[in-house]
């Protein structure tokens, strides 16, 4: 089995074990080498560590995502090509005239899908939400350039809070997501956390501490609607604090590791996107304040 290994620290990357069976340096999760989408990121210190600090851009109440048309891409103007944009309503085919709305300057991306039909003028995939109409919220990630993962694992320190205009249902969101399609970053696997529902006193909440879901077909509302907790887990968090990650995938089968132990706190027999290499990404909800640190992907071909 060849392995490629990426040792990424937020100083300087090590790449070890390429092709060539060269060692070479790299700079890969320097701010400028991610791919923001809906997100800002800057280098800063966190609890004494050096990190990268990861926050939403969306604007104060822009509309959530939702399936609808698939179509042409829109911009912020309706009926234009051009941008990314929101695909909120009509049939598949691009919508009545191809009404597509943008986020933010038509940044804000999704897969949904209407009723079937021929496809729109526009051509291409429409960004809107969950496919059938399901729900999903606008990605946000930062896509770490120049790896591609498909099986192998991925190892992170991650420390997420709500920050200081979240609601009242913030958790502190934070995670990875992998399996990332590269034309049309929607889609992806994605293991994340829920830091403030570690010590809640609730214990349905604590129960939902961890969490997989796959975009967009399957975001974690639907998985928890037909397969109530095989897709959630428990895990001792605290919100704000450093929590190690560690992600294995091997085919269909992944499995989520916490704070260095042996056994799996989470594991998934059935991955959604299961063999369909791609990037992986810093993920957070937008009413996270959320910091990375010291990640390591090797990944197995």
Request: proline share 4%.
């Amino acid at each position: 089995m060849r392995s490629s290994v990426f040792h990424m620290t937020f100083l300087a990357v090590i790449a070890i074990g390429m092709a060539s069976g060269r060692a070479q340096d790299s700079d890969l999760l320097k701010v400028e080498n991610l791919d923001l989408l809906n997100v800002k990121a800057e280098r800063t210190e966190y609890k004494g560590a050096s990190a990268v600090n990861v926050t939403g851009t969306r604007q104060q109440g822009a509309p959530d995502i939702r399936g609808g048309a698939r179509g042409g891409r829109g911009n912020a103007q309706q009926g234009q090509r051009g941008g990314r944009g929101n695909a909120q309503q009509g049939q598949r085919g691009g919508g009545q005239g191809g009404q597509r709305q943008g986020a933010q300057g038509g940044q804000a991306r999704g897969q949904g899908r209407g009723q079937a039909g021929g496809r729109g003028p526009g051509g291409g995939r429409g960004p809107g939400g969950g496919r059938g109409g399901m729900f999903t919220r606008a990605e946000s990630l930062a896509i770490v350039k120049n790896v591609d993962f498909t099986n192998g694992t991925i190892e992170v320190e991650v420390a997420g809070r709500p920050n200081e205009n979240a609601g009242a249902n913030a958790r502190g969101f934070i995670g990875i997501a992998f399996h990332v399609d590269k034309a049309e970053p929607v889609a992806y696997d994605c293991f994340y956390i829920r830091p403030t529902n570690g010590r809640a006193d609730d214990q349905l909440r604590r129960n939902h501490s961890l969490q997989y879901m796959s975009h967009p077909d399957y975001p974690w509302m639907r998985l928890r609607n037909e397969t109530p907790g095989l897709y959630e887990s428990y895990a001792d968090l605290v919100s704000g604090e450093w929590t190690k990650l560690k992600i294995e995938v091997d085919g269909d089968k992944a499995r989520l590791y916490m704070h260095g132990a042996e056994q799996p706190s989470l594991i998934v027999n059935d991955l959604k996107r299961a063999g369909k290499g791609g990037p992986i990404a810093l993920w957070i909800e937008q009413s996270t304040d959320a910091f990375f640190r010291n990640l390591v992907v090797t990944a197995a071909d």
